[in-house]
Each structure stands twice: as C-alpha cells, then as structure tokens.
C-alpha cells in the first residue's frame, strides 16, 4: 500500500494478509463505514501504519475453491483435496517453501486444523455458481515446466 501522509514507505506487514483486506483497507481509506456489512477483510492501514505492529491482523486465514481447501493458523499451513484426496500439512517457520508434508506426524494438529477448516466452512454461504473448470496444478513448480512422473498434484477449481 503506498499513502505517503499516512503510511511510511516501505513499512512491512510480516504477518500474513489476504486479498479480501483490500476492500476493508481502500473503505477506511474513503472514510466509508462499513460495520453494517459482514465482510471477513481487516483494515490494514493501522498495521502499515505502526499503530498496531504488535498485533497480527489474522488470528487464521482460509481459502476455498470448490473441494481445494486451505487454512493457515499460528504458522502451520494445512491443505485438503479431493482429487487427489490428499491432506498436506506444512510448518511454515520451518519449512517456508513447503518441501515437507508432515500430516502423517502430525495427526491431531491436522484433526485440530480440519475441525477450523469446517466450522469456517460452516459458516459460509454456499457459492453463488459452480466451478467452470478443474485444472491440473503441479506442487511447488510452474505449469509451464513438463509433467515429471510420479509428481504431486492437485486439481484446482476455478
């Protein structure tokens, strides 16, 4: 974000964000008060801005796309997939490229991040249409890159 008399540059959010913060932040910007609506976006600016640099913005941050399903809390990433069924569990302080799946050491972190996945999911509106497409996308290389056998997957869908 840039806003020079409010934000000093090159002032850097460490913890994670999201893409929906962005509604959140440009409304306060505007000075538009958005507290009647239910939006999960935080406004970023008094985290830029140093007010609140002691705090993170986001106790826990998901993403869905039809059955591909993320939740991120306390520097653990834990993705869910149907096709192909798949749990991947990642601790992102210790392994911040995601090389190493370690669900299968760590089964209750895993029922703890599943239970947040679906009391979010729970909470949600069903969407409002259905994926057009699932697409192959490779773990942790570019689609661009020829298929390797025996690489991991997952269908993605948009």
């Not at 000075?31 to 970023?44: F, K, R, S």
């Not at 653990?76 to 669900?103: C, G, I, S, Y």
């Not at 942790?140 to 390797?148: G, K, W």
């Amino acid at each position: 974000m840039k806003w020079p008399d409010k934000i000093v540059a090159g002032s850097v959010i460490e913890a994670p964000v999201h893409h929906f913060d962005i509604f959140a932040s440009a409304a306060a910007a505007a000075g538009a008060d958005i507290t009647a609506l239910e939006i999960d976006g935080v406004n970023l600016i008094p985290y830029s801005s140093g007010e609140m640099d002691d705090q993170a913005p986001h106790e826990r941050l998901f993403w869905r796309s039809g059955h591909y399903q993320m939740v991120l809390a306390g520097g653990w990433k834990m993705q869910r997939a149907d096709r192909p069924d798949k749990v991947r569990l990642h601790h992102l302080l210790n392994d911040p490229t995601e090389q190493n799946n370690v669900a299968e050491e760590n089964p209750e972190r895993v029922a703890r991040m599943m239970a947040m996945l679906d009391e979010h999911n729970a909470a949600q509106a069903d969407p409002a249409w259905p994926s057009m497409l699932e697409a192959v996308i490779p773990i942790d290389r570019t689609s661009a890159e020829p298929y390797e056998p025996g690489e991991e997957y997952n269908y993605w869908p948009n």
